[in-house]
Every structure is written in C-alpha cells, then in structure tokens.
C-alpha cells in the first residue's frame, strides 16, 4: 500500500468567508506500483487539495492519512521525516516555472537529489538519465530553463522530480496550454514512463478524451466529495455526467451523434479515434 486516505477533510481559512472546507470525508486507496489514475472534477472541486496531501505538502484538518506506513494528522510529528515522504511521492505542479530556479537544466535536476546528500558525480548521472526518460537529448543539460519552450519546460520539471526517483508521481494537470498533439505526445510519455518504471502515476485532468484513451481507474471530485472511484468507461456509461460538471469524450459523442442521426446501432465506447474510425467503416460495409 503507498497511500491511504481515511476520512480525510481539509479546510482553509479567509478572511472574508471563514472556513472553506475544500475536501470533505475522502477515502480511498493508491498502490505504489501499476496505477495509473486520472483525478477529475470542476475547478474548485478538490483536486490540487487532494494531490497536495499525498505528499505531506498539506496536513488533514480532520481524518488520517498515511502515506508508505507513516500516519499523517492534523498535527506535524516530529517522528516524521516528512522530506523522505515527499521524495517516494513526487508532486509536479501544474505551473512548471514554480519548480525551475537554477541557471541550467542540469542544475535544476540535480537539485533535489543533491538535497537528500547524493553526490555530485551520482546527481549529474541522475540529471542526464531522467531527461532522457522525460525524452530531452543531453544538449538541454547546459541550457537556461527560463530559455525553454513550455512544453520543454514542463519536461524538465518532471525529469526533477523523476530524479529522485520517487514510487508514486503526481502531476497537475500536466498538459493544460498544450495543443491536441503536445497533449498527446505528453501523455504517451507519461505511460511510457509508467510501463518501463512500474511506478503508480496520478495526473489531475480536464481533458475527458485523455481521461478515456489512457487511464484504467479515474477519481471524481465534485464540491470537495470523492464521488466516483472506478473505470474510465463505467464512468461514461452513466447518463447524466453534465450534473458532476463532466463532459463526455468526443468519440463517444460523435458515435452517438451518428446512432441518433442516422439511425443505426454503432458501438458508441470507443476509446481512441483510430477504434471509431474502424467501428463506423464497419457500419459501412453492412
């Protein structure tokens, strides 16, 4: 077991509204190997609260946590170490700008390995091997982060994170800003990091196509609730996703569309583009 949520409830306090209960009463469970789960919901839902706490970042107002055995409350222990926590579960922020600070590429990779007393000669050998994962060539290692495309910088950001070689790796929404393609490219190395590592990955989305072609479990936050823990396609089959703020994935909206307008009977749960394709030329040759 990585992390375990048990009735977990998280409040903020304003100044002009008081408490804000953000996540309410969530439980639920994350292996720390061969998971790979979308979290979903409307913006204000309780994701990037829920992500921040599977790494000790933020601490339960009520319930308990415990992440790789250690039990987190609403108090810090100071029998935790919590930077060895944060180093088994690594968080990507959605702004990749907020992770890179040094003067080179390779610099900023090899920080957080040097921050838990790796040698230097061991973090250059991280750097060059977690960008090459994230699918940068060695040439990056001398540029300037600040010098880099989004896309690029986003890629380096988790080639950091990726050198600490942590079990589980959170990402917020790693592919907002990104067009269809980039998306596409992005999410591919994500499993393609997951397939060769084994290690869980869990990526805050609100792309509901990635959402449907990639992951094989998905969380739905709505109003700081966990309502939804399951298949990707169970999830789809329901009919009233406008009510949780979710929409469906275009194939199976193009597919329906085609059934209604038509009048024919094609099998509208398609993953991918490539498999509707083939379910609608099937529908031509009958």
Known sequence: MGIRFNQVSHGYTSFADGLYTAIKDISFEISDKNEFIALVGHTGSGKSTL????????FPTSGTLEIFGKTITSKRDKKIKYNDIRKKVGLVFQFPEYQLFEETVEKDIMFGPMNFKISKEE????????????????????????????????????????????????????????DPAGRRVLMDLFKDIHDKTKKSVIIITHDMDLVYQYFNRV????????????????????????????????????????????????????????????????????
């Open 123 to 178: 973090a250059k050998a991280l750097a060059k091997e977690s960008l090459n994962l994230v699918g940068l060539d060695d040439s990056y290692l001398t540029r300037n982060p600040y010098n880099l495309s989004g896309g690029e910088k986003k890629r380096v950001s988790i080639a950091g994170i990726l050198a600490m070689n942590p079990d589980i790796l959170v990402l917020d929404e790693p592919t907002s800003g990104l």
């Open 51 to 58: 992500a921040k706490h599977m790494n000790a970042l933020i």
């Open 219 to 286: 969380l739905v936050m709505n109003e700081g609730h966990l309502i939804f823990d399951g298949d990707p396609e169970k999830l789809f089959r329901e009919k009233d996703l406008f009510k949780n703020h979710l929409d469906y994935p275009n194939t199976i909206k193009v597919l329906d569309y085609l059934n209604k307008s038509l009048g024919i009977n094609l099998d509208i749960y398609k993953r991918t583009i490539e498999e509707a394709l083939l379910e609608i030329k099937g529908a031509e040759k009958l």
